[in-house]
C-alpha cells in the first residue's frame, strides 16, 4: 500500500557551535520511521526542539535528509522534489511572512498563481475561505497593518488556496488567542474531513490540540519517534495507572518526588503570577497519594487542589520520556 | 503547457516586483522619484568629469563616458534586484521558503522579478539620454543610430546581466544578508573593468586582459558602435563589429549557462544546509 507520506530511517543532523565555540554535532531526527495513510490527519507532538520542524522542512523539499529517505504521495524528497511540490503545500504558525505592501487578497491570489491555478477558480476559492476564516472584511487590508492572528488566518488560506493534496501545519495554532485557535482548528478538521483523499500532517506541542484534532499522533522528543497510534491507544497506554494532578503553593524544589517508591512518573510546571506549583504524578498504587501529601507537608507547602485526572497525551509523554511537554 | 505556465510564473513575478518597487509610495511622488534619481546619478559623474577636465563637457571622451554611465545602470540594477531578491523575499518578507515549495520555477521567478528593474532601469536610461542630448550636447543622432545593432547587442547584454543576477542570487542562498555586498563589489569590478568610464586601453596590461573576458566590454563597445558609429577605445577599436556581435554572443550564452549552474549547486548546498528559510536578524 502507498502511503501519502512515508519515512524510512530518515536521520538530520545539524553541526552547530557549543557556547564554548566548539563544533557539535545535533540529532534533529534519529531514525524516524513514520507512515502516514492517505486522507488521515496525523498529529506529531512533542516539546519545542524535537525534530517536529525538521521533519517538515524534509517533507516539504525545504531540507534535505542527512540519512534515510522520505516519500510524500509516493515521491522521494531526496530527488523527486519538483513532483512533489506540486501536490503539497505548508503553513507555518508564529510568524509573520507576507509582502506587506500587497492587500490580503493579492498576497494570496498571487501564491496560488504559482501552482498554476485559473484566476477565476482561485479567486472564488480565496473568497470562499476568506469568509470562512473570519477574514472576509481585511481582503482588501494592507498585509503590513494586520494583526498576528490575522496573519496567521491569511497564511492558512495561502496554504489551502493551492487545494493541496498533502499540507503541512507547523504549529499552525502558535501564540493565537483562544477563539482564533479554536475557529482554525475547527477549519482544519473540516477541511479533511469533506474529501476523502486529503492528508494533514500538522505539528504542534498542545496535548489538546493533537488529541482534539488528530486521528493518530506520533510522540517524538530529541528527534526519535517514541510512540505512534491513536489519541486513545496512546492513553490507553498510562490508562491503568492513576494520573493525580495536585495544586500547591510555590516549591522550590519538587524535583525530589521523582526518587519516591511508587511513583512511575512525574512532571511539575510553575505559575509565577500565582506562585503556584503543579505537580502532576502517574501512580501505580493510589496508597502512594498519602506519602505525596505528607512530604509537602513537611515541606511547608499549602495544598490548594487534588484531583484524579483522566490520563491526557501529556500523561503519555510523561510517562515515555520521565518529563513534561513545556 | 509548460511554457504557458512558466509565462504565468514570469507574468506575476513580473507584477509581485513592480508592486514592490512602486507601491510604497503615492504615483506622482513615484513619477517625480524615477525622474530624478537617474539625473541626479548622472549630474554627480558629470561634475565628477568637469573638475578633472577643468571645465570640459564636450567631445568623444565624454560621450563615451556618458554613455557607458548610462547603460551601466542596467547592470548595477539588474544584477542588484535579482540577487537582492532572495534576502527581501528570505529574510524580510520571510516568503522564499513559501515560493521555494510551490511548482514555481525559482529562475523564472528571479527573472520575473528582475523584469520590472529591466522595465524601471530602460525608463531611467532613456532619461539620462534624453538630458544628455538636451542638456549637455551629448552628439546623438536617431536617423544614424545602428538599430538593428542596438537591438541585438541590448537584448544579449540583458541576458548576460541577468545570468549574473542569477548566479549572485545562487550564491546569496548560502550567505546572509551582508552577503548582498558580494553583489556590490561584482558590480564595481564591472564597472572599473569593462570600460565604463575610460577606456580599458588605459588599464594596465594584465586588466586589459582580463576585461577582454567580460562580455559587459563588448555590451558597451556595441551599444556605443550603435549610437555614435564609432568607439575610441583602442583596446577594442580594431575588432570587427560582427566580431564584437559574436563574442558577446558566445560569451552571453556561457555565462548563462554559467550562472544557471552556479544557481543549481547554491539551491544543493542551500537545501543540504536547510538555509532556504534562514533568518539572521542582522
Sequence with gaps: MAYAIETQELTRLFKTKSKKGKKEIVKALDHANLKINEGELFGLLGPNGAGKTTLIKILSTLLLPTSGDAWVNGHSVKNEAHKIRKEINMVSGGETSGYGLLTVRENIWMFSQFYGIPSKIAKRRIDELLVTMDLSDKANAKVRTLSTGERQKMNLV??????????????????LDVNVSRQIRSFIRSWVREQSNKTVLLTTHYMMEADELCDRVAIIDYGKILACDTPNNLKRTVGKDSTIRLEVSHMSQPKRFAQMQGIKNFSYSHDNERTTTTLNFIIEDEAVVSDIMSEIVKNSSKIYSLRKTEPTLEDVFVSLVGRGLK | ??????LKILK?????????????TDPFLFAIYSLVKPIAATLLIVVMYIVVTMGQVQGTFFSHMYIGNAFYMYVAQVLFGVSWVVHEDREHYRTLKYVYISPANIYIYLLGRGMTKIFLTTVSVIITIVFGVFVLNIPINVMTIDYPLLFISFILGILCIVGLGIALGGISLLTAKHGGRINEGVAGIFYLFCGVIFPISVLPNWCRSFSLYLPITYWLEAIRRAIFGITIDQATNFIPTSSVISILTVSTILFFILALNIFKIGDYFARKKGLIDMTTAY
Excluded: C, H, Y
Aim: charged share 15%; glycine share 10%; proline share 5%.
Design chain 1, 158 to 175: 495561502r496554504g489551502f488556496v493551492t487545494d493541496p493534496t498533502t499540507i503541512f501545519l507547523d504549529e499552525p495554532t502558535l501564540g
Design chain 2, 1 to 6: 503547457m509548460a511554457i504557458k505556465a512558466g
Design chain 2, 12 to 24: 506575476n513575478s513580473s507584477w509581485l516586483g513592480w508592486q514592490m518597487e512602486s507601491n510604497w
